[in-house]
T-cell receptor, first 112, second 111 residues
Framework: QQQVKQSPQSLIVQKGGIPIINCAYE??????FPWYQQFPGKGPALLIA?????SEKKEGRFTISFNKSAKQFSLHIMDSQPGDSATYFC???????????FGGGTRVLVKP | DTGVSQDPRHKITKRGQNVTFRCDPI?????LYWYRQTLGQGPEFLTY????????KSRLLSDRFSAERPKGSFSTLEIQRTEQGDSAMYLC?????????FGPGTRLTVT
């Protein structure tokens, strides 16, 4: 059972555009929602994370929007650059279990 | 300390052989995790340690897989009698509580 669903699978934007990646979760016990960026051949790198008591969080050009009632959250990449081209994963964690459950990933391509 | 390190980065082995991977976490982190990632998919949880205690194991971790974290420092993941389906990237992560920081992974190819 896929507990975190991520869309779209891939996304192409022009430099300066705002890619938006969406995730939906099922388990209301999740209480920590991170986003990871992964380049080919590398491990995932923690970008930004949010707790469900907050509706939005910004760090640099990355913003998470969180809708607890809809059980959805999204990542916006402001002023995207070609160097942002990577695969992005959303994830969710239950404090009691402590394991991350990942979405399927979104491959983002930012064209110059 | 520059982050989580894993060794080796790449391993090619023949079916039926045993392999062992090592993970060195960020020194102040007491939690250590192993995940497996296949091409085009998100990482899948395998097992988790808090200090030297192994607290949770996934159903993905068959009896051919064993993980240890002696003295609560580095960890090893051993796969016995490897199968072609074991080919994947094996990722280690460490963290203080919620955050998990990943290493570069070990790419295993079983021929």
């Amino acid at each position: 059972q896929q507990q975190v669903k991520q869309s779209p699978q891939s996304l192409i934007v022009q430099k300066g555009g705002i890619p938006i990646i969406n995730c939906a979760y099922e388990n209301t016990a999740f209480d920590y929602f991170p986003w990871y960026q992964q380049f080919p051949g590398k491990g995932p790198a923690l970008l930004i994370a949010i707790r469900p008591d907050v509706s939005e969080k910004k760090e640099g050009r990355f913003t998470i929007s969180f809708n607890k009632s809809a059980k959805q959250f999204s990542l916006h990449i402001m002023d995207s650059q070609p160097g942002d081209s990577a695969t992005y994963f959303c994830a969710a964690l239950k404090a009691a279990g402590n394991k991350l459950t990942f979405g399927g990933g979104t491959r983002v391509l930012v064209k110059p | 300390d520059t982050g989580v390190s894993q060794d080796p980065r790449h391993k090619i082995t023949k079916r039926g052989q045993n392999v062992t991977f090592r993970c060195d976490p960020i020194s102040e982190h007491n939690r250590l995790y192993w995940y497996r990632q296949t091409l085009g998919q998100g990482p899948e949880f395998l097992t988790y340690f808090q200090n030297e205690a192994q607290l949770e194991k996934s159903r993905l971790l068959s009896d051919r897989f064993s993980a240890e974290r002696p003295k609560g420092s580095f960890s090893t993941l051993e796969i016995q009698r490897t199968e072609q389906g074991d080919s994947a990237m094996y990722l280690c992560a460490s963290g203080p509580l919620y955050e998990q920081y990943f290493g570069p992974g070990t790419r295993l190819t079983v021929t």
